[in-house]
C-alpha cells in the first residue's frame, strides 16, 4: 500500500503519528525509549543488543524468542534504587520471574513480591533472602501461608478475613508473629483497562474502605495480638501514567491510619502504594521517570501526613512492569505475508492492510487479545528503502484475535524470513505464555558481558507429552 493510501485510513484506526509524513528512514528508525538501552541498528541494518547480531542469537536459540538485555534490566533496578534510597523497592515478580532475574533484583539491592507458592519457591530456589520477599494473593491457601511462615517471609499482606484466620491460626501453633499488611480498596478508578484496575469497589482484592471492612480488619489484627500489623497497602491497578490516582489512594489510606491511631493510640510505622506504573509499548506513552515517580509520591504522602498529624511511614513501591518489561523485545520470525483489501479510501483509492504473519503469536503474547494492549514492530534483519506499508502482525494460531501487534507501518517489502522484533515484551507475556495449539514456549533468552546465554529454556514436544498421561 502508498504511503498516501495508509494515510486515509491513519485516523480511522488511531495510528500512531502522522501516516502522511511516514518514509522509509520512519520504518526503519528505532524511537529510543520502546527500546532496551544498548538496541541498536548495527552498520549493515540489523539491530543488535549488547553488541550482539539479532541474526545470531536467532541462528543460535532459534525464533520466536525473547530477548532479555542485562544491562538494560540492572539499569533500571539501579535507577528505582536511586530514586527511592530511604524506601523500599519491592521488584513485582508476577511481571516476569525466573531464578536469574530474581538474582539480578537482589543483587542490585531490590526487595520481591510473591503472590503463589510457585513463584515463592522460585525466589527461594534462586536464594533471595525470605525477609526481603512479601507475600501477596487474594486467596492464599494454608498451605501456602504455612510455607511463607516456615520459609520466613518478611511481610505477609492480608487480602480477606478468612485469610486473617487462617494465618492466625497458623501463627499460633508455630509460636511465631509474622508482620502483615492490611490491603485496602480505597475505590479508586485508575484510567486503565477494566481487567487490569484493582482500587474499585467491584472487584475480588483488598478489604473495603468504604465500607468500613479495612478500619475492622485493621483493629482486628491489633486486638487479638498474634500478627504484627506494620500499615496499609494499596494498589491501584497497572500502566498508570499520571498521579492523580496515587494521590487519592495516598488520602484515603492514610486518613484510615490516622482513623487507627485515634481509636487504638498506634501509629503504623509502614504504606505501601503499589506499582502499576506505565512503560512505553508505542510513541504515545509517556512513562514518568523512577526520579519523578519519587518526587512525586513523596510530594503527595509529606503532604497528607502532614495534614492529618501524622508521621511519615516507611513508603514501599511495588514495580514489575517498569523494570522489567521495557528491557526484552520478543525475536520472531516472518512466515507468511498476505495483502487484505480494506475498501476505498477517501479520495477513491483502494486501501488495504497486510497481515505478516511470525512464528509464535497469542501463546507467547496474550495482552494484545486480553487487555486490547498496543505494540510496536520493526523489521530486524536488514534495512529496507521501500516505501511504509500497513501491516498487523498476527500469530500462527487457529484464532482470529491472534494479534501480536494490531497496527504498525512496516516496510512494503517485508517477506517470509525476515526477522521481525516486538519491543515491551519483558512483562505478563512469558509470566502469561500458554501452550494454546500446542505450541511449546519460548526460550528467555539473557544477552550480556558481550554473551548469549538461556535463562528460561524452550519447551519441545517431549515437555508437552510428559504431562499427557495417556
Not at 516456615?150 to 497458623?170: F, N, Q
Not at 510530594?299 to 511495588?318: F, H, K, M, N, Y
Not at 494460531?397 to 522484533?421: S, T, W
Request: hydrophobic share 45%; net charge negative.
Amino acid at each position: 500500500m502508498r504511503a498516501h493510501e495508509a494515510g486515509a485510513l491513519h485516523g480511522e484506526l488511531g495510528l500512531r503519528g502522522p501516516a502522511w509524513l511516514r518514509t522509509p528512514e520512519d520504518v526503519n528508525a528505532l524511537v529510543p525509549q520502546l527500546w532496551p538501552r544498548t538496541v541498536v541498528r548495527g552498520p549493515d541494518g540489523a539491530l543488535t543488543v549488547g553488541g550482539l547480531d539479532v541474526r545470531d542469537l536467532a541462528r543460535e536459540f532459534g525464533t520466536p524468542g525473547y530477548v532479555l538485555d542485562e544491562a538494560d534490566l540492572r539499569a533500571r533496578c539501579r535507577e528505582f534504587r536511586a530514586a527511592f534510597p530511604d524506601e523500599d523497592v519491592y521488584y513485582a515478580g508476577k511481571a516476569f520471574l525466573c531464578r536469574a532475574v530474581v538474582r539480578i533484583i537482589a543483587e542490585e539491592g531490590l526487595f520481591l513480591d510473591v503472590c503463589t507458592a510457585g513463584e515463592l519457591a522460585v525466589a527461594l530456589a534462586a536464594d533471595m533472602p525470605a525477609e526481603r520477599i512479601g507475600f501477596h494473593g487474594n486467596n492464599k491457601s494454608p498451605a501456602e501461608l504455612a510455607r511463607a511462615l516456615d520459609a520466613g517471609v518478611g511481610r505477609i499482606i492480608v487480602d480477606s478475613d478468612a485469610e486473617i484466620d487462617r494465618l492466625t491460626a497458623l501463627a499460633r501453633e508455630r509460636g511465631v508473629r509474622p508482620r502483615v499488611m492490611v490491603r485496602v480498596t480505597v475505590g479508586v478508578e485508575a484510567h486503565t483497562h477494566e481487567f487490569i484496575a484493582t482500587a474499585h469497589e467491584d472487584q475480588k482484592f483488598g478489604f473495603s474502605l468504604a465500607g468500613g471492612a479495612a478500619a475492622q480488619a485493621a483493629f482486628r489484627i491489633l486486638d487479638e495480638g498474634v500478627l504484627e500489623l506494620r500499615g496499609l497497602h494499596s494498589h491501584i491497578g497497572s500502566q498508570i501514567f499520571d498521579a492523580d490516582g496515587f494521590e487519592v489512594s495516598a488520602r484515603r489510606v492514610l486518613a484510615l491510619q490516622a482513623q487507627i491511631r485515634d481509636a487504638r493510640g498506634v501509629e503504623l510505622p509502614e504504606l505501601d502504594l503499589g506499582g502499576g506504573f506505565g512503560i512505553a509499548y508505542t510513541t504515545q506513552d509517556d512513562p514518568a521517570t523512577p526520579a519523578d515517580l519519587a518526587k512525586r509520591l513523596r510530594r503527595i504522602v509529606d503532604g497528607e501526613c502532614a495534614a492529618e498529624r501524622l508521621a511519615t511511614p516507611r513508603l514501599s513501591i511495588e514495580p514489575g512492569r517498569a523494570i522489567v518489561g521495557p528491557a526484552v523485545f520478543t525475536l520472531y520470525e516472518v512466515g507468511t505475508v498476505k495483502p487484505v483489501s480494506l475498501g476505498a479510501g477517501v479520495d477513491g483509492a483502494d486501501v488495504g492492510r497486510t497481515y505478516v504473519s511470525v512464528d509464535g503469536g497469542m501463546s507467547d503474547n496474550i495482552r494484545t487479545a486480553l487487555y486490547d494492549a498496543s505494540y510496536s514492530a520493526t523489521v530486524a534483519s536488514r534495512p529496507s528503502s521501500a516505501a511504509p506499508m500497513l501491516a498487523r502482525v498476527v500469530g500462527k494460531h487457529c484464532e482470529a484475535g491472534d494479534i501480536v501487534v494490531k497496527d504498525e507501518f512496516l516496510p512494503a517489502d517485508v517477506q517470509p524470513g525476515d526477522l521481525l522484533a516486538v519491543p515491551g515484551t519483558g512483562a505478563y507475556c512469558r509470566s502469561m505464555a500458554s501452550n494454546y495449539n500446542h505450541v511449546p514456549r519460548p526460550p528467555v533468552i539473557l544477552v550480556g558481558g558481550g554473551a548469549a546465554r538461556v535463562i528460561v529454556r524452550r519447551e519441545t514436544e517431549d515437555d508437552l507429552l510428559a504431562l499427557d498421561v495417556g
